[in-house]
């Protein structure tokens, strides 16, 4: 699609409309959905500029895409930080409610988001977003290390780096045991 794309703007409609959803829930979760439409359209823009320069032995394009919108997304770093603080805060101010039940969920969701938030603040921003493109934009090692421009030794890495923060900044010894996959929960058991 990208070597068509070098020839007719209409195969490169096509690869915006395979991507751009992906790129826009990516940038979402990262920046906020007010940052998340102007990295998508940048994102694109960007990559239309660089046609010439994407490798076409690349099957896949996601990995370059989400190369260039964390690129772009470290940009917008400051405004990252701003929704995480935003994120806290409401879910604080949200906790107030009649029911006590309600309240007590709340409460403990307001703690757990605060340090998740803390956690992900704690660790290197590189760290930090090598981990995000593995949760949120679900990439493979080899997708992560083609968007970073990184070997995927370095990839592995940053994420066992990232991994071990969260585990000490939540407390959290039981990840060693469930693990699976490089990092992803193993799926339940399936009864016969």
């Not at 790129?23 to 990262?30: D, E, L, N, V």
């Not at 592995?156 to 990840?175: G, M, P, V």
């Given at each position: 699609m990208i070597r068509r794309s070098r020839d007719s703007p209409a195969a490169f409609g096509e690869l915006y409309d395979r991507h751009a959803s992906s790129i826009y829930r990516f940038a979402a979760r990262r920046a906020g959905e007010f940052v998340a439409d102007d990295v998508t359209s940048e994102t694109f823009l960007v990559a239309w500029e660089q046609l010439e320069s994407y490798d076409p032995d690349r099957e896949d394009a996601r990995p370059w895409l989400f190369g260039i919108a964390t690129n772009l997304l470290r940009r917008h770093h400051r405004a990252e930080t701003k929704v995480l603080k935003?994120?806290?805060?409401?879910?604080l101010k949200d906790s107030v409610a009649d029911d006590t039940e309600r309240i007590a969920a709340r409460v403990d969701a307001v703690v757990a988001s605060g340090r998740i938030v803390g956690a992900l603040k704690s660790m290197a921003a590189i760290d930090r977003e090598t981990l995000l493109l593995y949760a949120w934009a679900d990439?493979?090692?080899?997708?992560?290390a083609l968007a970073m421009d990184v070997p995927v030794g370095t990839v592995r890495s940053r994420l066992n780096r990232a991994r071990r923060t969260l585990r000490t900044e939540l407390n959290l010894e039981i990840l060693d045991e469930t693990e699976n996959d490089h990092g992803r929960l193993a799926a339940a058991p399936r009864n016969a």
């Amino acid at each position: 699609m990208i070597r068509r794309s070098r020839d007719s703007p209409a195969a490169f409609g096509e690869l915006y409309d395979r991507h751009a959803s992906s790129i826009y829930r990516f940038a979402a979760r990262r920046a906020g959905e007010f940052v998340a439409d102007d990295v998508t359209s940048e994102t694109f823009l960007v990559a239309w500029e660089q046609l010439e320069s994407y490798d076409p032995d690349r099957e896949d394009a996601r990995p370059w895409l989400f190369g260039i919108a964390t690129n772009l997304l470290r940009r917008h770093h400051r405004a990252e930080t701003k929704v995480l603080k935003a994120a806290a805060k409401a879910a604080l101010k949200d906790s107030v409610a009649d029911d006590t039940e309600r309240i007590a969920a709340r409460v403990d969701a307001v703690v757990a988001s605060g340090r998740i938030v803390g956690a992900l603040k704690s660790m290197a921003a590189i760290d930090r977003e090598t981990l995000l493109l593995y949760a949120w934009a679900d990439l493979t090692y080899e997708g992560i290390a083609l968007a970073m421009d990184v070997p995927v030794g370095t990839v592995r890495s940053r994420l066992n780096r990232a991994r071990r923060t969260l585990r000490t900044e939540l407390n959290l010894e039981i990840l060693d045991e469930t693990e699976n996959d490089h990092g992803r929960l193993a799926a339940a058991p399936r009864n016969a």
